[in-house]
């Protein structure tokens, strides 16, 4: 059981918990998640952290479909910054408590700013990782939003 496990079983929100042999020589695990599950990629969601305004202190979290790329410009406009950066991938892990490749958006230590791809609008459910590599958690879109307290813009290219 993870925190983002707990934290949806505890909302009552409807989730389906998927797991997979998770390959620790791959390179993108948004990309694994999506193959191992026989899903299209743009409906699997990876979670990434993102420093606002040239602060390593200021995190947020960027959910965007595994097919696609950030846009941080886009990103910092959704969040009312002037800027947005990568985070360091050790202050992403500090902050959400979850290693990277396995950090989800939901159950993460410190509730940051969130924004979710509009894109994710499209299905009726997407996945994200649920709080470990070779775990996800499919839920409805308006559920993580609710959940996260994320904001939905067109935050990917």
Not at 20 to 46: I, Q, W
């Amino acid at each position: 059981m993870t925190p983002a496990i707990n934290v949806a079983r505890k909302q009552g929100i409807t989730h389906h918990i998927h797991q997979y042999d998770h390959d620790p020589a791959v390179a993108s695990y948004g990309t694994e998640a999506a193959e191992a599950l026989g899903l299209e990629g743009n409906r699997v969601f990876k979670t990434l952290l993102v420093s606002l305004n040239g602060d390593a202190r200021q995190l947020s979290v960027a959910i965007v479909p595994v097919t696609r790329q950030l846009d941080l410009k886009a990103c910092a406009k959704a969040l009312n910054a002037k800027k947005a950066d990568m985070a360091n991938p050790k202050d992403a892990e500090r902050a959400t408590g979850y290693v990277v490749g396995g950090i989800s958006p939901l159950g993460q230590k410190k509730r940051l700013p969130t924004v979710l791809d509009s894109t994710a609008q499209e299905f009726e459910t997407i996945y994200v990782s649920a709080g470990r590599r070779g775990l996800e958690i499919e839920l409805a879109p308006n559920d993580l939003m609710g959940i996260c307290r994320a904001v939905k813009a067109a935050i990917a290219r």
